[in-house]
């Protein structure tokens, strides 16, 4: 079966340019998260979908960042305009959530490395 | 204070050597507790989920302590491909909505010859 997919694995682009980045998650996983990976705070919730639609959006750091989900099988991150403290591994993650309480396991993608000039 | 805290390592171990990490966290209210396993510039992988009662798998032993809020990965036998960071997360009701779930920075294990 094929994992949760993410695009572009690496991407080098100039301060103020707009990113985005892609998920495929499992099909048939009903929650997506987006990560942002660095080596000083770790890896930090961005924001998590279950059946499409935004739960917590807590950890966006700004205006800057925006996700989607327009249907079960894709969702982006989207950073407009992006900055070099913007650079990092942002992970999407997938899984099969039910009730109240997660007790499943998250399913990671590859990562797309992301680098601000 | 940080939600979940550990300690980043690395612990340098040799082969053969048990090795022990703690994680603490600092909600009360935590309910679900998990070992993840990231290798160098790949994603996290679960590595096991932790029991109210102890669990362990092979080498490995997981363990939560519900009184002093901390949970424990035993590593017993190293082996060189058990050179990893070691993430711990905990889980919590979020009011009204899904799991919250949070990430530790983790630690980082080097087993050497």
């Known amino acids: 079966d094929a994992g949760v997919i993410q695009s572009p694995r690496h991407e080098v682009t100039e301060m103020g340019q707009e990113v985005t980045l892609r998920c495929k998650p499992i099909?048939?996983?009903?929650?997506l998260f987006w990560y942002r990976q660095t080596m000083m705070r770790g890896l930090e919730l961005l924001i998590y979908?279950?059946?499409?639609?935004?739960?917590?959006d807590s950890g966006m750091p700004e205006d800057r960042f925006s996700a989607k989900m327009p249907n079960a099988s894709f969702s982006t991150l989207k950073i407009q305009p992006s900055e070099p403290r913007d650079s990092a591994v942002y992970f999407c993650?997938?899984?099969?959530?039910?009730?109240?309480?997660?007790?499943?396991?998250?399913?990671f993608g590859e990562g797309s490395r992301l680098t601000v000039l | 204070r940080k939600e979940v805290e550990q300690d980043p390592g690395p612990f340098n171990v040799p082969e053969g050597a048990t090795v022990a990490f703690n994680c603490t966290y600092s909600?009360?209210?935590?309910?679900?507790f998990f070992w993840y396993r990231q290798d160098c510039r790949k994603e996290p992988k679960l590595l096991m989920s932790v029991y109210s009662s102890g669990n362990e798998d092979g080498r490995f032993t997981a363990q939560l302590n519900r009184a002093s809020q901390y949970i424990s990965l035993l590593i017993r036998d190293s082996k060189l491909s058990d050179s990893a960071t070691y993430l711990c997360?905990?889980?919590?009701?979020?009011?009204?909505?899904?799991?919250?779930?949070?990430f530790g920075t983790g630690t980082r294990l080097q087993v050497t010859l």
């Open positions: 909600n009360s209210a935590s309910q679900s």
């Open positions: 979908f279950n059946n499409n639609v935004p739960i917590d």
């Open positions: 993650a997938s899984s099969l959530f039910s009730g109240m309480v997660y007790t499943g396991e998250l399913f």
């Open positions: 997360v905990v889980v919590r009701a979020n009011t009204g909505t899904a799991s919250k779930l949070t």
């Open positions: 099909s048939g996983h009903n929650s």
